[in-house]
């Protein structure tokens, strides 16, 4: 194969292996969902009903069919758009669903705008002053949220903002959002434990990116040439760096897929996560494969994405 080739080659098989690993997890999803406790047909009917209503709610919903040939129903009907509808709701799933997506993707692009530029110029600064008090500080820091789950650092925010110096509500469903500064207030508690979380990530790997770019020779040599270090990292390393920094920053955002499910339960914000939660109460079986679906694939587009950058960016492929 010619070696211009051997980087799409590697992207295609990507591709593949991301196809193949979604299939693997809606099966994983949908067998995962059935072993959760309770009969639904009984949890709908409640504890008043006879067996004979059971029985026969059980027969309409198709639950005494194989599971297997429900998988397969459920995922042609997936493939097709058709999500199936609601147990409890009697709704359309797809309603459901697209009535709080909107909520979720605003709550992770107003995190993404705040937490990329904080974090890439956090990340390039402390790797331009590495060794220095700045650099200290900014890893002493990275590393402290990382070691603390999403769900403590949305406690201590509440803590903090909400109980002690009360300047942030609470809650975020329910906020009056009639003008900006509600609005802000409202979307701030979420926001801020999201973008804690993610920056930190991204921070040191954007940190460790301009660090092995600066230690190649050409970066080297334009500094014993008499390049200022503000030079040798903006002029030289950064343009080289910018492939395994969009890895890093498609890698870091995937962690937003799992931090929202805790941050939306935790602020009761209105989005798929905070959906996904009460249809677990309820053993919505469709709704919960559904927005399960979601962020798996949210997930897996965004790690796909990050080894898709790290391919094509990679020098040594392109030869």
Request: contains cysteine; glycine residues 8%; hydrophobic residues 55%.
């Amino acid at each position: 194969m010619p070696q211009s080739l051997t980087p799409w080659f590697l992207v295609i098989q990507r591709l593949g292996i991301a196809l193949l690993t979604l299939v693997i997890v809606s099966f994983a999803v949908f067998f995962a969902t059935e072993l959760l406790p309770g009969d639904v047909a009984e949890i709908l009917l409640g504890q008043a009903a006879t067996p004979e209503a059971v029985a026969g709610l059980r027969e309409a919903m198709g639950l005494n069919e194989p599971a297997l040939n429900r998988f397969i129903g459920w995922l042609v009907g997936l493939l097709g758009g058709d999500l199936g509808t609601s147990y409890v709701n009697k709704m359309e799933v797809v309603e459901l669903i697209s009535g709080r997506l909107g909520n979720s993707l605003k709550l992770a692009g107003v995190t993404t705008l705040i937490s990329v530029p904080v974090a890439l110029a956090l990340g390039i600064g402390a790797a331009m002053w590495r060794g220095s008090l700045f650099d200290r500080i900014v890893s002493v820091l990275t590393i402290s949220v990382i070691s603390v789950p999403e769900f403590m650092v949305a406690t201590l925010a509440v803590l903090i903002f909400a109980v002690w110096l009360g300047w942030l509500p609470a809650l975020s469903y329910g906020a009056d959002v009639s003008s900006l500064s509600a609005m802000l207030k409202a979307y701030a508690m979420p926001v801020i434990t999201l973008a804690f979380v993610v920056s930190a990530q991204m921070i040191r790997m954007t940190r460790a990116a301009v660090i092995e770019t600066i230690n190649t020779p050409y970066v080297e040599m334009a500094l014993l040439k008499g390049a200022s270090r503000k030079r040798m990292v903006l002029g030289h390393a950064l343009p080289n760096a910018l492939g395994p920094i969009a890895n890093a920053v498609a890698l870091s955002l995937s962690y937003l897929v799992g931090g929202v499910i805790i941050v939306e339960t935790i602020f009761n914000y209105p989005g798929v996560a905070k959906l996904m939660v009460d249809a677990v109460s309820t053993r919505d079986l469709p709704l919960i494969q559904s927005c399960a679906m979601i962020f798996c694939v949210s997930y897996l587009s965004l790690i796909t994405l990050a080894d898709m950058i790290a391919i094509l960016s990679n020098p040594r492929l392109r030869r």
